[in-house]
């Protein structure tokens, strides 16, 4: 089967870093571009069976969540917030196909969700780092919108990352590749978390904090928690654990943040991590808030994201 | 709000894992049963607001695996194959409100997606054991019906897990609790292997083989693909790892068998992980085979599973 990429293709990629003024989506792998064919297996895309420059070139966000229906709330809403003329009924899954995630095309703007945990969201970050390598894609924020349980502040506050930590309160992401461990660094983009926190300002309805996030590889055991299957500590400890977290600047724990960071990091993207927090980790364990209120709390980093991409943009008219 | 479990809820609970020739799941859990509330959150279920007993009660088997549309599609099949009388149409997804899994329930048998990945799996977990306690559901074997990449078999072969290991070919699961790392053994149930490779004795159109199951944190670095967005090893390094995977008697590779063999020991539920092949790594890393021979392979497990529980509940005749 004949590439539908143009003949100019290899030649783009070799030096396409250097390019002046812009900063492109980049790869570290040397064997990506001997490929005949990359197959995005998860994504249901691929190099030889679709245009990817054609259909991803224009990117200019990308914004990820864990939930399927969340992500597709999201990207019908910025269909409303940037007024585009085509209809609602045109935005189709882009990933159908594969049945792992799902993906969403809104003018600039793609949405995409990651399911939950470091293995989904890493499976879906090389895959979506492959595809705006393929597509030349540059100058692309990427922000994961998130939920989160938080610690020592209000249910309904968002928390915007500074630095993902892990179970320890180290702001690492432990890999393996093969049977080696390698450490890698996970603060995100201090100036894209600062323009962020500045765009909620003028949302004064709910607050915003900037603080440490705490990445786990799972809800209960390694949360804290008290309402698992399996619990094998005391009341009194779980909650020093969280008290140690909150003196160690962590403001809110979630699943994803650490391996998100340290992936954009090396790949030329500038990351922010903003979730919202559904309880109080410090005064209960369950989510148990009324499903119209967890609804509510969820908008609300969409309301900062939708205000930022505007802004910069150029959309936002003085009352917005 | 009042409870809807009858008044000898309480005291049945405290001894039901002593009752002569059943096996109950349990939790290992002291806080749980003090709870006024248990909110299974991910899946849209809870003590107060459902009766699990009533809606659990009879489950018999429990079949597990990634994929939404494939829980789905097995769903379907199991409808097929058990004859029930009601109408497909009835098969509607328990845990939709969640949108993070989704749950049938055909009969006896309880179809559930888990997503990608140790932490997606182990959510599903916690809650689905704590929904069999509430249940006080018995002799339930749980079966994880998956896809993996195959080292040194045939495409399209299952692999009947006898341990799983993780990276460092070690059976065990690394669990952190808090900021502590316990280890946790990984063995399967040997007779429930045996029981479903017997099975498939009769079934010779492919071939199965009993053997590890390696469970790594990502599909790409640490299953020494090349075809990652980050790549830091030689195409000599990575196939020496596969090499040894082999040596070592891992015949395939997935991402949630560790944690799965480990929290079902602990819970005493009798576990089987059952993998199809849709590749085998010895020769490539990207699953690029037709769509129909991809469908073929993964209705592969489930035509052995279907063949099990219809033994186990006595539906198979002579020529089936």
Redesign the interface.
Known sequence: MASILPASNTSMRSDRNTYVGKSFVH??????DS?D???L??LDLGTKTHNLPEMFGDVKFVCVG?????MKAFALFMHKELRLADSEEDIKDICAGA??YCMYKIGPVLSISH??????I??M???L??LL?HARSSDVPIIRIGTSGGIGIAPGSVVITDEAVD???KPRFE?????NI?NRRTELDKELAEELFNCSKEISTFPTVIGHTMC???????Q?R????????S?E??LD?LKRAYNAGIRNIE?ESTVFAA?CR??GLKAAVVCVTLLNRLECD???SPHDVLVEYQKRPQLRISKFIKQRLGLCDQTS
């Open positions: 790869v570290k792998n040397p064997y990506l490929m064919e990359d197959v297996y998860h864990g939930s399927p229906n969340r049945d792992r399911g939950m945990g470091i293995p989904a890493s499976i970050l090389h895959e780092i492959k390598y179970s320890f309160f890999q393996a590749i093969l049977d390698v786990t590889y799972d809800f209960y055991e390694g804290g008290l309402d698992e299957a399996l619990c094998s500590f009341r400890k779980g654990y699943m992936m090396l790949c369950q989510i148990n």
